[in-house]
């Protein structure tokens, strides 16, 4: 079982920045593919960033460019660096783990979720 917990949300100006941390507990991510995904209010889950087990990483086109995913393996730790945010990016935000990549962006190939971290972007 793997365990995950989201932190760093919170609410910033269009054009700020914003690290969320993802801390995994129970059994080890190293071998995991990890992902963050996001929810806003009356939309579906949507894939964000994921990077597997070497370090690959897949972006989803609304944050390329913008949003860097990253992971402490060492520290059972994934990272998600928001630069240049807009009121668009205003949703929770999860923390996912899965035992294969093979549908990267696709929330139905995480098995383990975190409850969520709040991110509001204002204009």
């Known amino acids: 079982q793997v365990q995950l917990v989201e932190s760093g949300g919170g609410s910033v100006q269009a054009g700020g920045s914003l690290r969320l941390s993802c801390a995994a507990s129970g059994s080890s991510v190293v071998r995991m593919c990890m992902g963050w995904f996001r929810q806003a209010p009356g939309k579906e889950r949507d894939g964000v960033a994921v990077i597997d087990r070497s370090g690959s990483t897949t972006y989803g086109d609304a944050v390329k460019g913008r949003f860097t995913i990253s992971r402490d393996d060492a520290k059972n730790i994934l990272y998600l660096q928001m630069n240049y945010l807009k009121p668009e990016d205003t949703a929770m935000y999860y923390c996912?783990?899965?035992?294969?990549?093979?549908?990267?962006?696709?929330?139905?190939?995480?098995?383990?979720w975190g409850q969520g971290t709040q991110v509001t972007v204002s204009s």
């Open positions: 996912a783990a899965a035992f294969s990549c093979l549908r990267r962006l696709e929330q139905r190939n995480y098995n383990y």
